[in-house]
């Protein structure tokens, strides 16, 4: 609508008109970045849906997290897309076909809001002509501050454009007025309405009503509401930084008829006055479609022009953070305008609405700038300081997801203050005293470039990510309604259709129960636990209604000649099912009683009750270093009386439910489901082969052993029997499971070189990720596969001091988007250096056969395979070659006499294990079996497996009556088999050998270098690859050309250092055995 015809005389030019043109002219000049094809932004889509309010921060949010988890879900990729900001829309478009998929005019954008979990996602209201309020959520290529900075300057731009146009219009056409005391008086701003963004068009476009569904205003104008008028250098605040005087409340003045209000009535707009009434100044409450709601309470405008948006929004009460794009003063709400929807794109994204799932929503967060680094780089001081209690309100119980999060801005937050202060130190007092300064803090060197890279890493990871327990456990609710229908349990059509359901939940569940499982066992907490105990419940009633179908499927279809869906339904036929939810419950909380009791099972010093050690890493680390008999009495004492002690009662209840539960399913007891899952015949074949191999093995086990007992005797005169067993506290491990850690006591030929890799690691100043990156580039160099970077910005690579955890190391294939994890606390020393390579070798295990597998497939050939694999890359890990080729060891001081120290100390670990390894198992299945007295030999029948099998006693006396040394092992309380590991150290040496073949070595294997030979990668990943698709004899023959497990490779490898013990033993006298004759 234009202004009436005034004939006055024309004014002189005045100062303000001066500020006006120029005005006009520098908004000109900053319009030009979105002229044309505008400003381009590229992008993903992550969605859209409708919804019921035009704007409303946490209604977005919760839209945002379901769209997200809708995408997972369905496994889709998101649409790749170009946002182009122009002067008077916001374009998307397919960034492949270039096809135009929608095309908003940013008057009808209500509102914007950026994901606090996520900072490359935002999202805004937009709305339709047909009273839709359609969120469109969006992840931008970096971080979507500066797309929404840029909307947000585009609003600015478009308001101050027309404003300037405006008033330069009406300094023009009107005459200058005189206020009483002689001052011109100012041109006044409209002021505040229930309306939100203005259009950003020039020219008659604004002046168009129909555009903004208005009517003629009325010709006298209703009563305004107070509004507060500022000081006049306040200006334009976006950020709430100016330093004002106090507001005051005044009436505005009256406006005449056809003021901008008439014109733009659907905009609010707030005013502010200090005491001085010479300026006013004006904020731009187009931003108001970037604020968050607020709590104060609002004026109810007049709808002036009919508009059906006039009503304010309601406020939403959970936010109660400040409002950081407008003042803290009393505000009008604006109403939300309406927007046009490019007809094809209706059709085109209803694949991509939500499902009528509706997961927990996230907690109610704080604005959507909060703790957005960026912005401070802008202005600085621009945002709140926000803390762990404003991120995510304490009113709102935490989340695991929320806990992560802030676990991992701690994370980075702290690594950037580590990285300032290395700088600062470097510039300070020059490299080398650094070094030297945080070696001593840290214990390791912070190097600035891990640092870098891995903020690097959390910054590609999308913090959301994740599996969602509560939409995948919905999603299954679901789906378990839709089972397909059965006409018979012999047809291969219909077995395959419920196949293909049972997988989809299967897969599910896995993944929650992975996430929960990884949770818990970083942090251990009574709710995580609970967070379990609820997920056994939940999948209970599916286990009890696919068990016995599966069990009818798989005795119908023996005789089927599909092996492929003989073989899956003879897995998915395995197992067992309660059917009493109770029992359940009490069995899953048992299993975090004990996993409990382990992580958190302390030892106190005797004359300090307040100074008390966990296993990890303190007391692991005594039982290696320490020399005094009588500490590590003490240690190892401590240790198994606290331990064991409170794992018995819980222990003896948890496997009396366990097995009850197996007889009820069909098994004889505990034992025969878990040799089952070996393939390796029933559990009397079974326990044949290991009972041979250890025999096989058990000649070069006793030359061992014999002189290591007596090197023991010569340091320790008069404390134990030099012809019978060892005490267990004696060998560097709390179990005396491996040896090596006292290799410097027992080594052949000190003068001899010895490949110190601790030592290597801290004169050479290795940080803890530089050892996990030195394992990476192993794998790399013979073409597997680099490490995820949700690897990198999720594992677990140190002990935290927070909270409890389990340090057990451990890899964790989460099934979910590339997201495998490791959970070490990780010491600078040759034990963890081969630990890293060992569980990073199970990651390259999961990435192989997930890459190549359906999912009932992406499993190791048997349990024993996995840590085989792992094992494998440990042994060319810490070969003498490879160890040349790391820096770590003068290839000139490989002779005669260091191959039986480098051999000797690899038997101390590999050859010393078998015997531990075959006790734990053969212990428990007498346990499951009944054949254990446990009122009179449930401890001494642990010891003398351990003597008759090993030779190792226990390091003082015990009583059956209260002690259970056998829980004291990680593995007995988690309930983990053994038998694998015992496998796998035969299996390793298998693979081990065959891959020096493909290289073309076969004499001298311990010198054997595998690294950048990219064909014998190529073959160990074909056969990594296979998973559990073939049985595991077929598995190995690929890659071995044996079907069998044979002693024989570890016999072979260890041959010299056999034939040297014999002779050395015989020199000095040793006596072989343990047992009487």
């Not at 319009?31 to 969605?47: H, S, V």
């Not at 790749?80 to 829309?89: A, D, E, H, P, Y």
Request: proline letters at 6%.
């Amino acid at each position: 609508m234009s202004e009436p015809a005034v004939t006055t005389p024309p004014a002189s030019p005045t100062p303000k008109d001066d500020e006006v043109k120029k005005a006009a002219t520098t908004a000109a000049a900053n319009t030009k970045k979105f002229e044309g094809d505008g400003l381009p932004f590229r992008a993903k889509l992550i969605g859209m849906e409708d919804l019921t309010v035009d704007r409303d921060e946490k209604i977005c949010l919760d839209s945002m997290f379901k769209l997200k988890a809708v995408v997972r879900a369905r496994g889709e990729h998101k649409q790749r897309i170009q946002l182009n900001l122009t002067m008077t829309t916001v374009k998307i478009t397919d960034e492949t076909t270039k096809a135009q998929i929608a095309c908003h005019e940013i008057e009808r954008i209500s509102f914007v809001v950026i994901d606090p979990r996520d900072t490359r996602a935002f999202g805004y209201i937009y709305n339709t002509s047909d009273d839709r309020h359609q969120f469109w959520a969006i992840k931008t290529e970096r971080a979507a501050a500066a797309t929404v900075l840029a909307l947000k300057e585009l609003f600015e731009l478009a308001f101050e454009k027309y404003t300037n146009d405006v008033k330069l219009k009406e300094s023009e056409s009107k005459p200058a007025e005189t206020t009483p005391n002689g001052a011109t008086s100012p041109v006044l701003p409209p002021q505040a309405n229930a309306g939100s963004i203005i259009s950003p068009s020039a020219g008659s476009l604004l002046d168009d009503n129909s555009i903004w569904d208005t009517t003629p205003s009325p010709t006298t104008p209703p009563t305004q509401p107070v509004v507060v008028v500022a000081a006049a250098s306040s200006g334009l605040d976006l950020w709430g930084t100016n330093d004002s005087t106090p507001a005051v409340a005044q009436n505005p003045a009256p406006k005449a008829e056809e003021s901008l209000d008439s014109v733009f009535g659907d905009l609010s707009f707030t005013t502010t006055s200090a005491p001085s009434t010479t300026t006013t100044t004006t904020t731009n409450s187009l931003l108001d479609a970037f604020s968050t709601p607020i709590t104060t309470p609002q004026t109810q405008l007049p709808n002036l022009y009919g508009n059906s948006f006039a009503t304010p929004i309601q406020t939403n009460p959970i936010n109660t953070m400040p409002n950081y794009l407008q003042p803290q003063t009393q505000q009008q709400r604006p109403i939300t305008p309406t927007s046009i929807l490019l007809q094809p794109q209706q059709s085109q994204l209803s694949s991509m609405t939500p499902s009528p799932i509706s997961p927990t929503p996230p907690p109610p967060v704080t604005s959507p700038f909060a703790g957005l680094d960026i912005l401070g780089g802008f202005n600085p001081g621009a945002t709140a300081k926000t803390t762990k209690e404003s991120f995510f309100p304490s009113a709102a119980p935490k989340t695991i997801q929320q806990m992560q999060i802030e676990k991992q801005k701690r994370t980075q937050f702290s690594q950037r203050e580590l990285k300032a202060f290395v700088v600062f130190l470097h510039e300070e007092y020059g490299v080398e005293f650094t070094e030297e300064i945080l070696w001593k803090v840290y214990g390791e060197k912070p190097n600035i470039d891990d640092l870098d890279t891995l903020e690097k890493f959390r910054d590609q990871v999308d913090p959301n990510d994740h599996v969602d327990i509560n939409l995948w456990n919905q999603l299954n609710s679901d789906e378990i309604k839709k089972m397909p229908q059965i006409k018979s349990y012999a047809d291969e059509a219909t077995a395959a259709r419920w196949l293909e359901w049972h997988t989809r939940i299967s897969q599910r569940y896995s993944q929650v129960s992975s996430l929960l499982e990884w949770n818990y066992e970083t942090n251990i907490t009574s709710e995580n636990a609970k967070l379990m105990s609820n997920q056994n419940l939940l999948v209970s009633p599916f286990a009890r209604l696919t068990l016995p179908i599966a069990k009818k499927f798989n005795a119908q279809l023996k005789n089927s000649t599909n092996e492929d869906l003989k073989r899956v339904m003879n897995r998915c036929a395995r197992g067992t099912i309660s059917y009493d939810d109770n029992e359940v419950e009490v069995a899953s909380k048992l299993s975090s009683q004990l996993e409990s009791i382990f992580g958190t099972t302390t030892v106190c010093e005797l004359n300090n009750t307040k100074q008390c050690h966990t296993i990890e890493p303190y007391l692991t680390e005594l039982m290696k270093k320490e020399k005094d008999y009588d500490r590590l009495t003490w240690a190892w004492e401590g240790w198994y009386d606290a331990c064991g002690m409170k794992v018995r009662p819980v222990y003896l209840t948890y496997i009396d439910l366990l097995n009850k539960n197996c007889k009820a399913n069909g098994y004889s007891d505990l034992s025969e489901e878990w040799i089952e899952d070996y393939e390796m015949g029933n559990a009397t074949e079974f326990e044949g082969i290991l009972d041979q191999i250890l025999k096989d093995i058990a000649p070069l086990y006793e030359q061992i052993h014999a002189y290591v007992r007596g090197r023991l005797c010569a340091m320790y005169p008069n404390k134990f029997s030099c012809n019978g067993p060892i005490p267990a506290h004696l060998l560097g491990n709390m179990w005396a499971q491996s040896w090596e850690s006292r290799f410097d006591d027992f080594i052949p030929y000190p003068n001899a070189p010895v490949p110190n890799i601790t030592q290597v690691l801290r004169d050479q100043k290795f940080s803890i990720h530089q050892m996990y990156k030195t394992a990476e580039q192993f794998f790399t160099s013979i073409d597997l596969y680099p490490m995820t970077p949700k690897f990198w910005a999720r594992s677990m690579f140190k002990k935290p001091k927070d909270r409890d955890v389990v340090c057990h190391a451990s890899a964790f294939d989460l099934g979910y988007h590339d997201d495998y994890r490791t959970k070490i606390c990780t010491q600078i020393d040759d034990d963890y250096f081969y630990t890293i390579h060992h569980e990073m070798g199970h990651i390259e295990y999961y990435m192989s056969y997930d890459k190549a597998q359906p999912f009932v497939y992406r499993s190791g050939a048997n349990s024993g395979f996995h840590e085989a694999i792992g094992d494998t890359i440990g042994m060319f890990a810490i070969s003498p070659a490879n160890l040349i080729k790391l820096g770590f060891l003068d290839e000139n001081a490989v002779n005669e006499q260091f191959k039986i120290n480098y051999l000797l100390r690899l038997a101390l670990q590999k050859v010393a294990f078998l015997p531990f390894a075959y006790a734990m198992d053969k212990y428990r299945f007498a346990l499951f079996r009944n054949q254990i007295n446990r009122n009179y030999e449930l401890n001494s029948m642990w010891w003398a497996l351990r003597v008759e099998h090993g030779g190792i006693m226990a390091a003082v006396h015990r009583n059956d009556a209260v002690h259970f040394d056998a829980g004291a092992k990680y593995h007995i309380p988690s309930n983990v088999p053994y038998a694998r590991y015992f496998i796998a150290h035969i299996l390793q040496f298998q693979f081990y050998r065959a891959l020096c073949r493909i290289k073309g070595q076969t004499e001298d294997l311990y010198m054997c270098n595998i690294y950048g030979n990219k064909e014998v990668g190529r073959r160990f990943k074909e056969m990594l690859a296979m998973g559990s698709s073939k049985s595991w004899s077929d598995i190995l023959e690929q890659l071995t050309g044996e079907r069998k497990l044979e002693s024989n490779a570890v016999l072979d490898f260890f041959k010299p250092l056999y034939k040297w013990l014999k002779t050395e033993n015989a020199a000095k006298g040793y006596p072989v055995g343990w047992m009487p004759k």
